[in-house]
């Protein structure tokens, strides 16, 4: 039990130098939704959360989005079928001994390019929330959690009790813009 903390620790200290040393340009909010076509979703690792976000995946649909899934490579089946060609899986080995993305998937990470990527873990998870910065996008949006100022540019209330109420704020989110 103390290793792992220790771990994470060491983990969030080297994650947190490695965002130091890439700092995001300013950019601005009008209208980032509408002109945004290209979406990467980080899915929840939380089964109940997993569940309770298709409307968000909906949403985004309905608007002529783009979107790419990140998750894990066993969870695609959950996915309803309009979504699960656009996957871009992780497994078990795509996670190292600290607690975050292998060398391959930050590669691949590193080379894509999204105009939005969206952290839809409610809990703080330092591997999606790295995840999230790999790729090069201008807006990245997640949820109000420990540390997310440094990793999120946009942030939505959550609801700690409440996955759906909390995908409903962040839905909101969007519509503003």
């Known amino acids: 039990m103390i290793i792992n903390t220790i771990k994470e620790k060491i983990a969030s200290f080297a994650v947190s130098r490695m965002l130091k040393e890439h700092p995001k340009p300013g950019v601005s909010f009008t209208n980032f939704f509408s002109s945004a076509d ?23 649909e309905n608007n ?3 979107i790419t899934l990140f998750t894990f490579d ?15 899986p992780r497994g078990v ?9 292998s060398k391959d998937i930050r590669a691949k990470l590193g080379s894509s390019n ?5 952290d839809l873990n409610r809990v ?5 929330s790295y995840v999230s910065n790999l790729v090069k996008s201008d807006y990245i949006i997640g949820f109000k959690k420990a540390d997310s ?15 759906e109420l909390s995908y409903k704020n962040l839905l909101n989110c969007l519509c503003m813009f």
């Open 38 to 60: 290209r979406f990467l979703i980080i899915m929840p690792e939380d089964e109940k959360d997993f569940a309770a976000c298709f409307d968000l995946l909906n949403f985004l």
């Open 64 to 66: 002529r989005k783009s």
């Open 74 to 88: 066993f969870k695609v089946s959950l996915l309803p079928n309009k979504f699960r060609q656009n996957v871009f």
């Open 93 to 101: 080995r795509d996670i190292t001994k600290w607690n975050l993305p």
């Open 114 to 118: 999204f105009d939005v990527v969206i």
């Open 124 to 128: 703080y998870s330092l591997y999606s």
């Open 149 to 163: 100022d440094q990793f999120y540019n946009i942030q939505a209330a959550n609801d700690e009790n409440s996955a």
